[in-house]
């Protein structure tokens, strides 16, 4: 109907039909599936030629190098994907197809218009079965296939949630059919993931491929996410504009997701223990006490929200949240309870409740469905066995049926066949048959080829005060096998970005409900403790490298070419390295540059360098959210640069080169976080972690080098370590001597690399955190750097001795302490035991 | 009969705890057909800051509260009078078959507190197990009267199993206590019901009390110095839930005081809670429950 002939095309630019001949040459559909891109003809669909026709002039070269920019972009925005299974959960890499889904308009409105109906029959249903259950009591559902669902929580029962609405925001798994119809996989209705996916491939495909994406007129997804956001925040009562979004924390799969969310949205990104229940009310700790939260987007799953009421085990959660909710304390999206819906043993009930609630049948099919806990549909399921998939009734695991959770009928031998109707006999209520959905299929790019896979659609649904919208995009997963049935992205599958074709011109900025509430405010005292924890000790993380660093730098630098290995100078810098953590203490009389080369990769040694930069990303990486992408960037560049191979046998120069590198690219993020962050708190908490961290390191460096009696060239070794020797010659034209160095290296204020500027930095920052109050007596940290001040003042450089530099060294971890103490979450929670019962 | 139960529950902490937040299941509260409650009080020294109390999805009894005075000792003490009038077992034989009631607790279009759908499926401390359901089918028949097949795999706990407090704790899985054929009353009832439960038959759990001082030249209930645990079976919708102790092999009467019913330990244990203290902690729990000599009649309600 809507295909036009290539021949057609052709008539129009021989040239661009031939070329794209070219690119779907081989593009083999497979039999008795549809697919997306080419028709029943063999021709491809129109709403695809715009987009074949400038791929095709592109070429396949610069093709390539495209899909190798979008590529690079996803690595360097460092968006990864979290696997379960690896030891220690690996981060894995995001696998962006490059070919997009492309949808025309019309065919997507119906979709959309489905998924509301759906959207509104599942709120229907879980407002009735968490409140009267009339439906039940009807008989339209039994009590049963309600009952066997984990998510039915039972401690919800009998409330409304704030603001009336359990679903917020749902998300649906489609699929197309052979007859070009979508089919309804799964319901997504706990915490639907993947929308944040979805938002970075785009931004992928938009890096990739500017031109096309501009010229194709595709709906934008802004639009989308800003209408959500108003909708969440008009359940704000308190007027802050303070909206959480919870997580499970960094060890989740989808965590990257969560950072990504709750930045681009503007909500804080909390993990269970920020939060705590006072009241009737949800706060959040945070670095001036604590801060009412009124609204949540919660993406942890329910059972782990509270362990008083629900999972007791759960450490995730807040103790407390489920009363909270219950009487209307906190706005939670979605609400708790919400994922009873995603049960398959509900959708065989779908169509009969749509008539009951909607009164008139589902618009948007769904994949069939029988539930085995009644006898009729049991003895249904039995009977034509080999072409159904038998799955868990409930998501639960089911002995059985393997560990998968679902089993083709067909596929099992009499044996498991005998054992499975044993199992229906007792517990088919555990169990549903469903239809063997066969999916369709899109292009994929496979190095210089188009080729089809099977793929799913995830599409996800937000509630406003105008009721359901829909992304006009979606999450797109393409299975590797050509076998079109259940599969999980968990096994290392491909997403592609989707493209709802627009039949019109596209504005530039969607129309968005009521533009005026959109607005985010984030005062400067809403930083969680955990956030302040974390960029403290990230600041801290990246001066100890930076310190390490340098004093390998002076171990392979200009001492290697004046001094012998075992010059005194040498010695006391590896000695220097080892109380430091830095030098494996096996290899004794090495070169300096074998301690150099240890120091620089070795794994083994805890203040080595990458056991600091592990450290420093790992703190990074759990406050994404209050961070920009360049400032991640550089932190996972030092990480590779210090794990890139050495040559078999390094030279000091090698390591000379490497600490450079690294050093350069510690500068590049101090500069990134000195220029791209906000003045505010947080900010502050890594300004003095690092601060501290320097001082200390100053310290250590002047009680080594600047000791009465040192050696030769040691005050030298000094300046170069503290950054000072320009700034020391154009002072002093004399050579080193202990006084102007001491002077210049700890008491000079106007020296950035001095300890006094380091103390000045410290007081600044503290006397402005908020949270204090005028009239009480400064905290103990401020205290602590009033002391460090004077003593900085009355001091004379040539009266330093060790006791000296050991006090302040002292001084300043005691200040640490305090911050810590009075700023950061304290101590881990237990639970209380019971022993059981006699 | 007439009971005055104390419990006193005391925790020892290692170090300073700022703030504990905890939920409470120990208020017995009226039961038809089986009990009723003349008097509750319940205190915690030191006090809660702030306590709520109600009645959560199956009507048991449960207070909220936060403690935020700093405290490395906490006691929480309760005093009830409860009246036991326990419902005659029925006839054994006289129940519906193993099979009927099956289907007629799929069946069910109640989805309330006291249907049998509750009880039917795999819950947080009680996971089906092929090895304790097979075991328990040798007593239930499809054509067996029900309550005289659950009768039977009562009876074979107690005689196969182990009466040995320490031998498992509050953690231990059903299947670890069917393999060790030993445990304590929690173990025993979660037995029975993943047993039945596998077989696609209804059955819960039930926190109490039993008497510790028994009646004249009786022999004291194993379970009695601490909190007691049973199952209930569902026998259809005339007979309803009957109670059973395979711990004592026999049907929960008189000498049972019920504190919470739900699916499993995990939805009826007497005290959730968090804590944030380091070190570890200790606890002890003390049970009295003592008969009340009753004067010749009860004073009339004011």
Redesign the interface.
């Known amino acids: 109907m809507d295909k036009v002939s290539l021949a057609e095309d052709a008539n129009r630019d021989p040239f661009a039909a031939a070329a794209v001949e070219a690119v779907l040459d081989g593009y083999q559909t497979l039999p008795g599936v549809r697919d997306e891109m080419m028709g029943a003809d063999g021709r491809p669909r129109a709403h695809w030629l715009p987009f074949l026709t400038a791929l095709a002039e592109l070429g396949p070269q610069e093709v390539r190098r495209r899909f190798g920019a979008a590529d690079r972009y996803l690595r360097d925005s460092g968006v990864f994907y979290r696997v379960y299974d690896d030891k220690g959960g690996g981060e894995r890499p995001w696998a962006l197809s490059h070919i997009p889904l492309l949808l025309d308009k019309a065919d997507w409105d119906s979709l959309a218009a489905g998924l509301v109906e759906r959207a509104q029959l599942l709120e229907a249903l879980l407002a009735d079965l968490y409140g009267p259950a009339r439906l039940v009591e009807q008989g339209a559902l039994p009590a049963a296939a309600v009952a066997g669902s984990p998510e039915f929580l039972r401690p919800m029962v009998g409330t409304l949630p704030r603001g009336g609405k359990f679903l917020r925001f749902y998300a649906a798994d489609v699929g197309r059919g052979p007859d070009g119809r979508w089919w309804v996989l799964s319901d997504r209705t706990q915490a639907p993931s993947g929308v944040g996916y979805a938002l970075e491939n785009r931004l992928a495909m938009s890096r990739a491929l500017p031109d096309i994406s501009r010229t194709m007129r595709m709906d934008r997804l802004a639009g989308f996410f800003q209408g959500f956001r108003t909708s969440l925040l008009k359940l704000d009562r308190t007027g802050e504009g303070r909206v959480g979004l919870m997580t499970p924390g960094a060890l989740n799969e989808t965590y990257f997701e969560h950072a990504l969310l709750a930045r681009y949205m503007g909500f804080s990104l909390v993990e269970g223990e920020d939060l705590t229940v006072r009241g009737d009310a949800l706060y959040v700790r945070t670095v001036a006490g604590l801060k009412r939260v009124d609204v949540v987007l919660r993406r942890l799953d329910a059972d782990f929200a509270d362990p008083l009421e629900l999972n007791a085990r759960s450490r995730l959660g807040v103790p407390g949240l489920a009363h909270v909710a219950r009487i209307g304390g906190v706005a939670l999206a979605n609400a708790l309870g919400s994922g009873l819906v995603e049960a398959p043993a509900l959708m065989a009930f779908l169509p009969r409740l749509a008539i009951k609630l909607l009164g008139r049948p589902l618009a948007l099919p769904h994949v069939g469905t029988w539930w085995c806990g009644q006898g009729a549909e049991r003895a249904q399921v039995m009977e034509h066995l080999d072409e159904l998939v038998v799955a868990s009734a409930f998501g639960t695991p089911v002995p059985g049926i393997g560990r998968r959770g679902s089993v083709l009928g067909a596929d099992l031998n009499p044996q498991e066949r005998r054992q499975l109707s044993a199992v229906m006999a007792r517990r088919g209520a555990d169990l549903v048959g469903q239809d063997v959905a066969r999916i369709s299929t899109m292009p994929v790019w496979t190095g210089d080829k188009l080729t089809p896979r099977p793929f799913t659609l995830r599409v996800f649904l937000a509630a406003t005060e105008e009721g359901w919208t829909v992304m006009p995009g979606g999450f797109c997963r393409i299975s590797e096998r050509l076998d079109a049935r259940a599969f999980s992205i968990q096994r290392g599958d491909r997403s592609a970005d989707v493209w709802v074709l627009a039949d019109r011109e596209v504005p530039a900025t969607t129309l968005l409900p009521s533009p005026e509430n959109v607005r985010v405010r984030r005062s400067s005292g809403t930083l969680p403790s955990r956030s302040a924890d974390n960029l403290f000790w990230l600041g801290r993380y990246v001066e100890r490298a930076e310190g390490t660093l340098r004093l390998v730098r002076a171990l392979v630098g200009r001492l290697a070419e004046t001094e012998p290995a075992s010059s005194p100078l040498v010695l006391r810098l590896i000695t220097l390295l080892s109380s430091w953590g830095a030098m494996p203490r096996d290899f004794a009389g090495a070169s300096p540059g074998r301690y150099a080369i240890a120091a620089l990769t070795r794994h083994d040694l805890p203040g080595g360098l990458p056991q600091v930069v592990k450290s420093a990303r790992a703190a990074a990486s759990v406050i994404r959210d209050r961070f920009s992408p360049d400032a991640w960037r550089a932190l996972v560049d030092l990480e590779a640069c210090l794990k890139a191979p050495v040559p078999t046998a390094p030279t000091e120069a090698d390591a000379h080169e490497r600490a450079d590198a690294a050093l350069r690219i510690i500068a590049a993020f101090s500069g990134l976080a000195s220029e791209n962050m906000n003045r505010l708190t947080g900010w502050r908490f890594l300004e003095l972690g690092r601060r501290i961290e320097r001082g200390m390191a100053l310290l250590r460096f002047a009680r080594t080098f600047a000791e009465q009696g040192a050696p030769r060239g040691a005050l030298d070794v000094l300046l170069q370590l503290a950054d000072s020797q320009i700034t020391y010659r154009s002072r002093y034209v004399v050579i080193e001597a202990r006084g102007p160095v001491l002077d210049l290296v700890l008491l000079d204020p106007d020296n950035p690399r001095s300890l006094a500027f380091q103390v000045e930095r410290i007081a600044a920052h503290l006397r402005v955190l908020p949270g204090r109050d005028p009239d009480e007596p400064p905290p103990r940290s401020e205290r602590i750097v009033a002391r460090m001040r004077a003593d900085l003042t009355a001091a004379t450089a040539e009266s330093f001795d060790i006791e000296d530099f050991d006090a302040l060294e002292g001084d300043l971890a005691q200040l640490s302490d305090e911050i810590a103490a009075h700023y950061f979450i304290q101590g881990p929670a237990a639970d209380i035991a019971w022993p059981g019962q006699g | 009969m007439l009971y005055d139960i104390r419990q006193t529950t005391t925790?020892l902490y290692g170090g300073q705890v700022?703030v504990?937040?905890?939920?409470l299941r120990m208020t017995p509260v009226d039961r038809p057909h089986h009990q009723r409650v003349l008097s509750h009080s319940l205190s915690t020294d030191p006090g809660a800051s702030?306590m709520?109390q109600g009645l959560?999805?199956?009507g048991n009894a449960i207070a909220?509260l936060?403690l935020d005075t700093p405290h490395d000792r906490l006691e929480i003490s309760t005093h009830s009078r409860v009246e036991v009038k326990a419902a005659p077992l029925p006839d054994l034989q006289a129940s519906l078959m193993v099979d009927a009631v099956?289907?007629a607790?799929?069946?069910?279009?109640?989805?309330?507190p006291g249907?049998p759908?509750?009880g039917?499926?795999?819950s947080?401390s009680i996971p089906?197990d092929?090895a304790i359901?097979d075991w328990t089918a040798e007593s239930c028949a499809p054509d067996r009267p029900i309550l005289a097949a659950a009768f039977e795999v009562m009876e074979r706990i107690y005689t196969d199993f182990a009466y040995e407090?320490g031998a498992?704790?509050?953690t231990?899985l059903p299947h670890e206590a069917f393999l060790a054929k030993r445990g304590?009353?929690?173990d025993f009832a979660h037995v029975m019901i993943a047993g039945l439960r596998?077989?696609?038959l209804s059955a819960r759990y039930v926190?109490g009390y039993?008497r510790t001082v028994p009646p004249a030249g009786q022999e004291r209930l194993?379970?009695?110095?601490?909190?007691?645990?049973w199952a209930e079976v569902w026998c259809g919708e005339d007979l309803g839930w009957i109670g059973l102790d395979p711990?004592n092999a026999i049907a929960a009467g008189n000498d049972h005081i019920i504190l919470a019913i739900g699916r499993d330990?995990?939805d009826v244990?007497?005290?959730?809670?968090?804590?944030?203290?380091?070190g570890e902690?200790l606890?002890a729990?003390g049970v009295d429950v003592v008969p009340v000599e009753r004067p010749h009649a009860v004073a009339p309600a004011p």
């Open positions: 925790y700022r504990a937040r905890q939920v702030e709520e959560d999805f199956f909220w936060t099956r289907e607790a799929f069946a069910s279009t109640d989805l309330g249907s759908v509750h039917l499926y795999a947080r089906l092929p359901t407090p498992t704790d509050v231990t304590v009353c929690q596998g077989l696609g926190s039993l194993a379970g009695s110095d601490a909190t007691h645990a711990t330990y995990a244990a007497p005290v959730d809670g968090v804590i944030v203290a380091s902690h606890l729990v």
